[in-house]
């Protein structure tokens, strides 16, 4: 009986290990996933930042003041959001607030058929990405 019950046994550990290692496995796959799902959806999520800068250069450069109220209206939404928060420290939203300004008084010029002052906002809008962006990738070494 001595025998069987070991053999049962050695049975036993071995359909645990296997179990546990089905277990881990599973555990780091979904994690691996989810935090590249998380990736993903933040970089198309701030991609979009593209769309509406060219919606923007397009309504600059024909004159065309619905295009850049447009563009600038997505990018004042999507500042607003809290994905767009990716770092929480005063400097960042300082980078912010500036870009929000900017983006601001382009629509406002926009608005007011004053393609001049827009293109001069726009620079200053896309000089606030440049900077935001050289501050994130100084907190985040991976960042793009
Ligand atoms: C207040 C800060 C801030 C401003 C302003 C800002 N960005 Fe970003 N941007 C970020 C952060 C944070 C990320 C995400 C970096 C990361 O991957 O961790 C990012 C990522 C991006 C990416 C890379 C997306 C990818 O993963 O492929 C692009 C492109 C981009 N931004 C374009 C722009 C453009 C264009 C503007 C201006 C119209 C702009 N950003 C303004 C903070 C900012």
């Not at 998380?38 to 919606?55: G, I, N, P, T």
């Not at 827009?118 to 100084?138: F, I, N, P």
Request: hydrophobic share 40%; proline share 1%.
């Amino acid at each position: 009986m001595l025998s069987l019950h070991s053999a049962r046994a050695r049975w036993m550990t071995g359909a645990f290990l296997l179990l546990a290692l089905a277990l881990t496995e599973g555990i780091y796959y979904r994690a691996t996933t989810a935090a590249d799902k998380e990736d993903q959806s933040l970089s198309v999520f701030m991609r979009k930042k593209l769309d509406a800068s060219s919606k923007i250069l397009e309504g600059i450069t024909t004159e065309d003041s619905q295009l850049v109220v447009q563009g600038a209206d997505a990018l004042l939404a999507m500042s607003k959001t809290e994905i767009w928060n990716v770092l929480l420290d005063q400097d960042y939203r300082d980078f912010n607030t500036e870009f929000r300004g900017s983006v601001r008084k382009l629509r406002d010029a926009a608005e007011k058929g004053n393609f001049d002052n827009a293109t001069l906002q726009w620079m200053d809008a896309v000089k606030s990405c440049v900077e935001c962006h050289k501050y994130v990738r100084s907190q985040r070494p991976v960042v793009k």
